[in-house]
């Protein structure tokens, strides 16, 4: 896993935010790179139109721009010690990043929630938010920012977990990831208070009952975890949190700098094709840090 790292360019500043993580991260992965940039097709109209006014193609003008665009920043990364190739490709750019890092093997798609169009707080851009929903690649995702921000090298892997068996299906991957990039983990789990429970006119009494006992069974759920983890050699710690899950997530790993943050698109609540999952969609939108974003093994299609 975690071979070769493609990452997607449109041209613009805000999507080479993502260029900082890169080194790092092909660095310790040891992975070659490969930058990508797809070129919207013409309209067939417009390119008839070139045609019959036997005009230079302007598909074939964006290619060789696009090229030496790419050429630049390979360039960059080369000097930094990095293998780079560059790529240009025609298609309808979400799709054709899915498909491109799917068909020719990529461990890893690197991308920023933004590009051209500019940053909007709590979204991303479509086509960021098509890749994460429907690639079956981990996609590491960095939140694009207005100002450029500073990078914080990644110093731990927070792996948040529901107690589902969906969202433990991650946990393979991001122990390789942890491993290759010798980062130590931090398992976290979020107790949430059940309404249901706390509608009942007789339940109030037993609310903070049933809130301890709901702690130490995912206290002791997150220790069964750790020491597994552990045995594989890695630095494993884990944390349990009450609370709403995406606030608690983001809090905690934004109150260690640095931290790297893990996650399915699914959990508990099982596989809605093309929806994510709500505390995803809410961490996506929300952590103002790196992400890592994986399809659940379940929904993986028989890969090259
Ligand atoms: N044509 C493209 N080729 C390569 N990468 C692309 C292309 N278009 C977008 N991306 C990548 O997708 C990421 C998010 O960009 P996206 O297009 O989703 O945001 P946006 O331009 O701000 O929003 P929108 O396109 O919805 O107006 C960026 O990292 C960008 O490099
Ligand atoms: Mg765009």
Same mark, same amino acid.
């Given at each position: ?72 920043? *390979?360039? $960059? +990364?080369?000097?930094?010690? %990095?293998? !780079?190739?560059?790529? #240009?490709?025609?298609?309808?750019? /979400? ?82 990831? *942890?491993? $290759? +990039?010798?980062?130590?983990? %931090?398992? !976290?789990?979020?107790? #949430?208070?059940?309404?249901?429970? /706390? ?92 992400? !890592? ?8 299609? /028989?890969?090259?």
């Amino acid at each position: 896993m975690f071979e070769k790292l493609l990452v997607a360019l449109d041209g613009s500043p805000v999507a080479e935010q993502v260029l900082p993580y890169v080194e790092p991260l092909a660095r310790d992965l040891k992975a070659p790179v490969t930058l990508l940039h797809v070129l919207e097709p013409l309209p067939e109209e417009v390119r008839a139109a070139y045609l019959r006014l036997s005009l230079p193609l302007e598909e074939l003008i964006n290619v060789t721009k696009a090229q030496e665009y790419l050429a630049l920043h *390979a360039r $960059r +990364l080369r000097e930094a010690g %990095l293998a !780079v190739e560059i790529q #240009t490709i025609t298609g309808h750019p /979400a799709e054709a990043i899915v498909e491109h890092a799917q068909q020719r093997g990529f461990g890893l798609i690197a991308m920023t929630t933004h590009g051209r169009s500019g940053v909007r707080r709590w979204t991303l851009g479509s086509v960021a938010e098509h890749v994460v929903r429907a690639s079956h690649t981990p996609v590491f995702l960095v939140r694009a920012t207005e100002k450029l921000h500073r990078v914080t090298a990644m110093q731990r892997l927070v792996v948040p977990l529901d107690g589902s068996p969906l969202a433990e299906g991650i946990l393979p991957a991001a122990q390789e990831l *942890a491993t $290759r +990039l010798s980062l130590p983990v %931090l398992l !976290v789990r979020v107790v #949430t208070f059940p309404v249901t429970i /706390a509608a009942w006119p007789e339940g109030q009494s037993y609310i903070g009952e049933l809130m301890d006992q709901m702690q130490r069974e995912a206290e002791s759920y997150v220790e069964a975890l750790t020491q597994r983890l552990q045995k594989s050699g890695l630095q494993v710690a884990s944390h349990v949190v009450q609370g709403e899950p995406a606030g608690e997530i983001a809090r905690v790993a934004r109150g260690k700098p640095g931290s790297l943050v893990a996650i399915s698109t699914h959990a508990r609540s099982g596989l809605q094709r093309w929806i994510l999952g709500s505390v995803t969609d809410k961490l996506i939108r929300n952590y103002g840090g790196p992400l !890592v974003v994986f399809h659940p093994p379940a929904e993986r299609p /028989a890969g090259p």
